[in-house]
């Protein structure tokens, strides 16, 4: 059983590497002193970047030029 719930273990630790690797590699975006905030002040989670970049997939699935408008306004670029 043991032997079982390690092996069980090792396979969800190999499924989620990737993952961690692509968030180690953009680790800025989580640091303390240089992140991005969120909208509370607080620098944002991976768990919430991960979130929020579903959210905007789903959006561009749904209503793509509205939220390429959206993107474009939340950075200010609609006049260049």
């Known amino acids: ?7 069980d273990h090792g396979r969800q630790a190999s ?3 990737p993952i961690q690797d692509v968030i180690e590699r ?3 975006y989580f640091d303390p002193n240089t992140g991005k905030k969120g909208a509370d002040g607080r620098v944002i989670t ?6 929020y970049l579903f959210n905007v997939q789903q959006s561009m699935d749904q209503a793509p030029v509205e939220t390429v408008m959206n993107i474009i306004d939340r950075y200010g670029i609609r006049d260049k």
């Open 46 to 51: 991976p768990a919430q970047a991960i979130d």
């Open 1 to 7: 059983e043991l032997q079982q719930r390690l092996s």
């Open 26 to 28: 953009n680790g800025k």
């Open 15 to 17: 499924a989620y590497k």
